[in-house]
């Protein structure tokens, strides 16, 4: 929350997957109940940070791969929007190369984030919560909202 204890400003954080597209409800409710702007983020997978596994990375490769699903996630992210968030005016999306948890906690400082809203699982989905959401929950400075993925509530 901002100084004056307002919600203005929601980050829904997406992976593209199916459980954070089930947390779109969950992101228009307080939106709407707060007033509040949705900012839209998708992290591409820095692959240049991690160590070669068997041998070294050609770079220009791993640049085709994120420009490939750059585009890919962008073009993606435009249908999310469109179906989702079509009639909704205070929105705006980003697209960002890095380690998604990173990302998503330096978006929180820089666009004044009062909100995370986000699903409990991401694309790998092996666990009861992902990763990035546990860093996330475990390092955000503002109010973090987990929402749970259909999958997980079947069992």
């Excluded at 041998?55 to 890919?72: D, L, Q, T, V, Y």
């Excluded at 249908?79 to 980003?94: A, D, P, R, T």
């Excluded at 929950?137 to 993925?149: G, M, Q, Y």
């Amino acid at each position: 929350m901002n100084a004056a204890g307002k919600i203005e400003n929601i980050l829904w954080p997406n992976d593209l997957s199916n459980c954070s597209e089930e947390a779109l409800p969950h992101v228009l409710s307080l939106a709407k109940q707060y007033g509040a702007a949705v900012h839209v983020l998708y992290v591409a997978e820095d692959l240049s940070r991690h160590d070669p596994w068997y041998g070294g990375f050609n770079a220009s490769h791993i640049k085709k791969i994120i420009n490939w699903e750059m585009k890919k996630a962008k073009e993606r992210l435009q249908e999310f929007c469109q179906s989702g968030l079509e009639g909704f005016v205070g929105y705006s999306k980003k697209i960002e190369v890095g380690d998604p948890a990173r990302v998503i906690l330096d978006f929180i400082d820089k666009y004044s984030i009062d909100m995370v809203v986000m699903c409990r699982r991401g694309k790998k989905n092996n666990f009861a919560m992902g990763g990035v959401s546990q860093k996330i929950v475990e390092n955000s400075p503002v109010p973090v909202v987990i929402t749970p993925s259909a999958k997980h509530l079947e069992k």
